[in-house]
């Protein structure tokens, strides 16, 4: 994988060019506007294994992570026995929430009435127990999740008693995400925040490198990556991106070079999750649907492989997760809520996807495929 993913890239960079789609892509207003197709993907969302967590931020027994996700609350546990658990975050009682935040516990007592749950999500506790005579707590713990943890990610479906199907779901994909052993990695830090703007087209945004010179011209992502070059790889409905550096040059003349010292390699994995891999760790960017079609939920997290263990290495992170946050939030975030403002007030029929832009195209046709969509190419 590696010579022949860093000798096509060469190619692009001594041509100026990068790997095209047939033809252009014609995409209706309606695809970013409508609340019918809104309420559609939501509901795909509901029964499709989706990453919530990563192995890092669950590494002992009895650590635990809450997590809001397309309007459910969810709480993943790592059990005295190793496994991760996903539940309903909802209590048996009245529904208030046991949890909240991250840390490590073996119990959860729900806020309202301190009914109390283990981290393996059976009821344990009951204030006044009397008053319940006849209830069989056996029946009454968290409703469980289908959850399995993979590739250091942890996937899980917000629909109780669906199916996870993890092998089809990753396809070809699966052995890809091995490779990068991202169970290994460890957690660094996380933000998360609101944007007002379709959630698919907040997606877009990192399923090309074609606006790298005009918004990242000044920051980090744009000095450190070549604009408008690179390699795409679909995987089933999922693909990888690979974006050269000003340093893949030096890789021309070495023997197996390490793919990641020469290339960036941004995976989007459908529907929701973009992982970028380089050689100092992993970005989890993950966007779902906010409260309505207008808004999108980002999550942005950073996984690293080299151990934290002094106050230096600590603080070179840090520096590196601020630059690379800042230019999320300051500069994609910053214009695509305008892209949001035209797709709700623009007269024109269609947004136009170009030939250099497949990644998008590949994750508008995913959409489209939803929806029974016929696109103009």
């Known amino acids: 994988m590696t010579s022949d993913l860093i000798g096509r890239a060469l190619v692009h960079v001594d041509a100026g060019t990068t790997d095209m789609a047939p033809g252009l892509l014609e995409v209706p207003l309606s695809y970013y506007r409508s609340a019918e197709l809104f309420e559609a993907e939501r509901a795909m969302l509901a029964i499709t294994p989706i990453a919530l967590t990563s192995t890092a931020q669950l590494p002992a027994p009895h650590d635990y992570v809450v997590r809001e996700a397309v309007g459910t609350s969810v709480l993943m546990t790592r059990g005295a026995d190793g496994t991760v658990r996903a539940f309903l975050n909802y209590c048996r009682h009245r529904g208030a929430r046991p949890a909240a935040g991250c840390g490590s516990s073996r119990r959860f007592a729900c806020p309202y009435h301190a009914w109390t749950y283990d981290n393996e999500g059976a009821l344990v506790g009951i204030p006044g127990k009397e008053g319940f ?20 990610l942890v996937w899980v479906v917000l629909t109780a008693g669906a199916p996870l199907a993890l092998d089809d779901h990753l396809g070809p994909l699966d052995a890809e995400l091995a490779a990068w052993d991202l169970g290994a990695h460890q957690f660094f830090e996380e933000r998360s925040f609101t944007a007002s703007v379709n959630w698919k087209a907040a997606l877009e945004a990192f399923a090309e490198n074609y606006h790298f010179a005009y918004v990242h011209g000044q920051s980090i992502i744009g000095m450190n990556t070549l604009t408008n070059t690179g390699l795409f790889d679909a995987f089933g409905p999922h693909h990888r991106l690979c974006f050269p ?77 601020e630059a690379v946050h800042t230019a999320l939030r300051v500069e994609d975030f910053a214009m695509l809520p305008s892209c949001g403002d035209g797709i709700r007030h623009a007269q024109h029929e269609h947004m136009v996807i170009g030939r250099n832009e497949i990644g998008v195209q590949n994750v508008v046709r995913g959409f489209s495929r939803l929806h029974g969509l016929d696109l103009v190419d």
Do not use: K, M
Request: hydrophobic share 45%.
């Open 133 to 152: 005579e006849g209830l069989a707590t056996s029946d009454h713990g968290l409703v469980e999740l289908p959850c399995e943890e993979r590739h250091g």
């Open 245 to 321: 550096s000003p340093w893949t040059e030096a890789a021309r003349d070495l023997v197996d070079p390490p793919v990641l010292d020469s290339l960036s390699l941004i995976y989007w994995i459908w529907p929701n999750l973009v992982l970028a891999v380089t050689a100092v760790g992993a970005e989890v960017i993950d966007i779902l649907p906010g409260a309505d079609v207008t808004q999108c939920e980002v999550r942005h997290g950073l996984l690293v492989q080299q151990a934290i263990t002094d106050d230096e290495t600590r603080a070179g992170f840090a520096g590196l997760y």
